[in-house]
């Protein structure tokens, strides 16, 4: 049984930890379960309950309860990993990480 849990990013002041959204495509790539928080890029990316498991950053008692649910239901974690698959499959680590730099010089910018 392998799934992955991303873990809970800072988000405070607007501050979403950069690299987060292309570490969970290249997760929904090699076909895991995922277990993540519902920030910015990961919502656009997933699909609750088809290609991950997404719950709010702060309730930690709703990311227990999909780890268990995906750890315990061998058909629904292998359902989502090849769903998680089928979107990743068309997409590169190039346009996923070029998202990420404009979202750092967009942050960068703001603040200076």
Known sequence: MTFRI?????????????GLATKLFQSMAAGKAIVAS???????????????WLV???????????IHELAIARDLRKDTEIRARRPAQGDTWRQNSG????????????SC
Not at 6 to 18: D, E, H, M, N, Y
């Open 6 to 18: 991303c873990p809970p990013a800072s988000a405070r002041r607007g501050f979403v930890v950069l």
């Open 38 to 52: 519902e920030l910015g890029r990961v919502i656009e990316q997933s699909d609750h309950g088809r290609t991950a």
């Open 56 to 66: 709010l950053l702060t309730d930690t008692d709703a990311r227990a309860s999909a």
């Open 99 to 110: 998202h990420d730099m404009r979202a750092h010089q967009a942050v960068t910018e703001e």
